[in-house]
């Protein structure tokens, strides 16, 4: 959602977000519809992520083909006028296919303004001791990379070296981190290392708001150097590397 809120909030209109949240067994009967075709008509509909994909192509045919539709990763269905897709998601496939556009990185809704605003807060929460701040952002499998023992590992030396080294460590895990791998980073939980256990708010603005230096995985390295630059007094320490496919 923040990545199509990002996008769309450069619009300059009013933008109106739709979550999809998945619901399973007799519950799902009774979930309120998505939309509505008696709605307004969007000029844009802006998603990300598998789960959108079918919801996004009901309101294109509902609303008589009229909106324009954009996918910010690479799709499972047809049907978007425009497509953006990571480097490390892109295939020769889409080189011949003219509404798909290749980008470097993701799109955030991370503003430097915000970032300040909450850095002072922000500190203060994660960092009482007034210790450096590494804020450490794990991904999960995808088409170019695996998260096996050995990257988990690796994750779990990078962060004990970082809190050895007298920083205070902050880690977040993304929407593909699967539940083995929250498991091996919450293992690692001291005074010095912060995991978000996923029950609580996302933490992620204020870990990118109260940081001194990122570390990030290679799958989410496109994000660090996002962070990082966005971020005036950001440090990018360096990515740790993850299975190749």
């Known amino acids: 959602m923040s990545q199509c809120t990002g996008v ?13 949240v998945v619901k399973h067994g007799i519950s ?23 789960r959108s994909e079918s919801h996004v192509i009901k309101m294109k045919r509902a609303f008589k ?19 953006f897709v990571s480097n490390h998601d892109w295939t020769n496939e889409f080189d011949d296919l003219p509404q798909y556009e290749r980008m470097v990185g ?24 007034g210790r450096k701040i590494a804020s450490v952002f794990v991904g999960g499998s995808n088409g170019a990379y695996v998260y096996d023992d050995r990257a988990i590992s690796g994750i779990q030396d990078a962060v004990r070296t970082l809190a050895d080294g007298d920083w205070q460590v902050l880690v ?61 007094t950001g440090i990018f320490l360096g990515s740790v590397s993850c299975s190749r496919r």
Not at 8 to 20: E, R, T, W
Not at 32 to 42: G, H, K, M, Q
Not at 204 to 226: E, G, P, Q
Request: hydrophobic share 35%.
């Open 65 to 83: 083909s009229r909106p324009f539709i954009v996918h910010l990763q690479r799709p499972r269905v047809s049907g978007y006028d425009l497509v």
């Open 106 to 129: 993701v799109p955030h809704r991370l503003r430097a303004e915000e970032i300040l605003l909450r850095r002072e807060n922000a500190r203060r929460l994660y960092n009482p001791q």
């Open 172 to 232: 977040s895990t993304s929407r593909r981190s699967d539940d083995e791998t929250l498991r091996r980073l919450r293992e690692m939980e001291s005074p010095t290392v912060t995991v978000w256990d996923r029950c609580e708010p996302n933490p992620y603005i204020d870990y990118v708001a109260a940081a001194d230096a990122f570390l990030i995985t290679k799958d989410f390295s496109d994000n660090a150097m996002r962070g990082a630059s966005d971020r005036p």
């Open 8 to 20: 769309a909030s450069n619009f300059g209109g009013p933008v109106l977000q739709k979550p999809v």
């Open 28 to 50: 799902k009967y009774f979930s309120p519809r998505l939309f509505s075709s008696r709605e307004a008509r969007p000029d844009v509909i802006i998603s990300c992520g598998f």
